[in-house]
């Protein structure tokens, strides 16, 4: 069984920064990758961040210059600084954990972190 704990999440005024932080734990699960995604109302979720073992990182443009995703494999942690945010950042957060559990991929998720921009 996989866990993953995220924290971070808060209200935050327009051109401040947040810190997004997220841990796995569990057994017999080799993680690849790790990344951030965001579910607006109303809109669908995408990507916002990912980074590979090897430390090869995606942005999804809206976010590039502003955000920088960065990971501790040895501590299956993967973390999501924010700067610059704007009321469009608005959503719930979710950490997604990626790997290899004996022999089939699997993708595990945190429960969401609210990230509210907003004067």
């Known amino acids: 069984q996989v866990q993953v704990e995220e924290s971070g999440g808060a209200l935050v005024q327009p051109g401040g920064s947040l810190r997004l932080s997220c841990s796995a734990s569990g057994s017999k699960f080799v993680i690849n990758a790790m990344g951030w995604y965001r579910q607006a109302p109303e809109k669908q979720r995408e990507l916002v961040a990912a980074?590979?073992?090897?430390?090869?990182?995606n942005y999804v443009d809206s976010v590039k210059g502003r955000f920088t995703v960065s990971g501790d494999f040895a501590a299956n942690s993967v973390y999501l600084q924010m700067n610059r945010l704007k009321p469009e950042d608005t959503a719930v957060y979710y950490c997604i954990t990626r790997g290899d559990q004996e022999g089939e991929e699997r993708d595990y998720w945190g429960q969401g972190t609210q990230v509210t921009v907003s004067s």
């Open positions: 980074i590979t073992r090897g430390g090869t990182t």
